[in-house]
């Protein structure tokens, strides 16, 4: 067989489950967090970012935009590859993803599928690709200097940094893991149930290392914690949280954002469409925190999507 980056393929394989975060109605139960998964992460796990795939995936912009992925003339060689030799489908088999940071500089992700990844572990076996042996499971990797790996748990793929992957082996063992952080699972918790895409971190989990500075650099470095919920019925409903060091940083930053706003419908006064979808965007202060309400109804985003899928359907891996 021939070699492949068998990192890249795996995170196609995940990611193309999960990109589209838009689209009809999805099913009315959406799956809760697993637990299983989310143990797998640090007691002070610094940022988590949940999808619910399978509630993701009953929805139609989801389904329209894979048209063309899951045709394999059209499907990516490392892809194409992947699912010839494992037989899993990344538009029917990923359940949920779960990624965080871990410490400074190390990520862990975990998908979790819907059946058994034997196949997927036979098939990087065969790629020759190196391997380190802890708590009884191979992690792969492509490169000895690699500082990243993947190893398989049953249904769950398990990759990222090389010592968050054993750490969490460890913690798959046995010890404590994010579940025995009361203020953590309060913070998830309050969230609330029934969305399919959550999160949480510092700004510092949010920018990557080398970015550019935002607008209002000042601003953002006030920006102490963020939390994120989206729901899909009927629509799309979500919510950002952001707190600030003090009261008076997220006034400022509230105001900036209601100016940006206001621009934006200005600029956008010949297309309806998106004047509609700002005007779903509700900004407000409370003391030290910003909130940010976004909801777009059905019409809307049916709209929407036809346009966006049109031009992603066309080349969707350039």
């Not at 200097?145 to 054993?166: H, K, M, P, Q, Y």
């Not at 003090?246 to 200005?266: E, N, P, S, Y």
């Amino acid at each position: 067989m021939k070699s492949i980056k068998w990192l890249r393929c795996f995170l196609i394989v995940a990611l193309t489950a999960v990109l589209p975060a838009c689209g009809s109605t999805p099913s009315a139960q959406t799956v809760d967090t697993d637990s299983t998964s989310l143990a797998l992460f640090p007691v002070d796990s610094n940022g988590i970012l949940f999808l619910d795939v399978d509630g993701l995936r009953e929805m139609e912009f989801f389904r329209e935009f894979l048209v063309g992925v899951g045709s394999d003339s059209d499907m990516p060689e490392e892809l194409r590859d992947f699912v010839n030799e494992t037989g899993l489908d990344p538009i029917d088999d990923v359940q949920q993803l779960i990624a965080g940071r871990v410490g400074e500089d190390q990520f862990l992700v975990a998908v979790r599928f819907l059946g058994d990844l034997q196949g997927a572990e036979e098939f990087f076996e065969q790629l020759g690709t190196v391997s380190e042996s802890h708590e009884g499971r191979s992690i792969y990797r492509p490169e000895p200097e690699e500082d990243w790996g993947i190893t398989f748990v049953n249904n769950l793929a398990i990759l990222g940094s090389s010592g968050a992957v054993r750490s969490a082996l460890d913690r798959m063992a046995g010890g404590p893991s994010v579940l025995d952080n009361t203020e953590t699972m309060a913070e998830i918790q309050a969230l609330g149930d029934g969305n399919q895409v959550w999160g949480f971190g510092s700004i510092a989990d949010l920018i990557p290392e080398g970015a550019p500075p935002p607008v209002a650099m000042d601003l953002v470095a006030a920006l102490e914690r963020v939390t994120f919920r989206m729901r899909l019925e009927a629509g799309v409903t979500a919510r950002m949280t952001g707190t600030f060091t003090t009261a008076d940083t997220a006034t400022r930053a509230g105001d900036l954002l209601r100016g940006f706003l206001a621009l934006g419908m200005m600029g956008s006064a010949d297309r309806p469409d998106v004047v509609e979808l700002l005007s779903g965007v509700q900004v407000r202060n409370a003391e030290a925190a910003v909130e940010i309400d976004f909801s777009v109804p059905q019409e809307l985003l049916d709209r929407l999507a036809e346009s966006v899928v049109s031009d992603l359907s066309e080349s969707p891996f350039e």
